[in-house]
């Protein structure tokens, strides 16, 4: 919703989809650790006028560094458990539709025939990791239980608070808008000295009854 609002406004914005098929190779070495962070941030966003959703959002701080007149929209929901449930949906949805579904053995082979396959899996391993403390793709999450390597719903929750915290802690206020999509056009034009749009604030990523997400699908069928 926030990447379709800033668009509405005019921005040009690079949201997940495009750091996946831009700026691939970038992260996979960013992750990595075998580029200087701050220069390739400058070097893939100076032409952007925003950037949104995962990987950005987890080097806020290596682009805030590079463009330190820029504003931040740090993007909050109701409760962490609201979070948690939306993250968990999406990462099991993500990965029952891609390369961990049910009978897609052959699946687990496709790295070792594949570059880019490779560099896509480990891409998301270190997403979910940076994300949620864990390599949580792939899990069920209507299945019992806490998801794998015993995180569980109270570290997701953890992960969120503590992320928030630091935006706070590190954003200077002037420059921080805390937001909820709910809240709609008033607080966002506002903070960005835009005038409020005619058409209504955009509503995507809703999860669906079946625990589908709308932008998510949308992505994986385009």
Known sequence: SLCRALRILGYSVHDHPEHVL?????????????????????????NVDAVTDAPACIFYGNILSQFPDAKVVLSVRDSPEI?????????????????????????????????????LRYFYSCVTIFISGCDAMGFDASAPGDPPYGYGKL???????????????????????????????????????KEVPEEPFPNENVSQPDGKVSAVEQTLTS
């Open 22 to 46: 831009l700026n691939l190779d970038n992260y996979v070495n960013i992750f990595n650790g075998t580029v200087n962070d701050d220069i390739i941030f400058r070097e893939m966003y100076e």
């Open 155 to 193: 570290g997701f929750k953890k992960v969120y608070l503590d992320h928030n915290a630091a935006v706070k802690h590190t954003v200077p206020s002037n420059q921080l808008l805390v937001y909820n999509v709910k809240e709609g056009w008033g607080p966002l034009c506002e903070f960005l000295g």
């Open 83 to 119: 979070w948690t449930r939306s993250l968990m949906q999406t990462y099991s949805y993500f990965g029952q539709a891609t390369w961990y579904a049910p009978g897609r053995w052959y699946s687990f082979l496709t790295p070792y025939l594949s570059k880019t396959v490779a560099k």
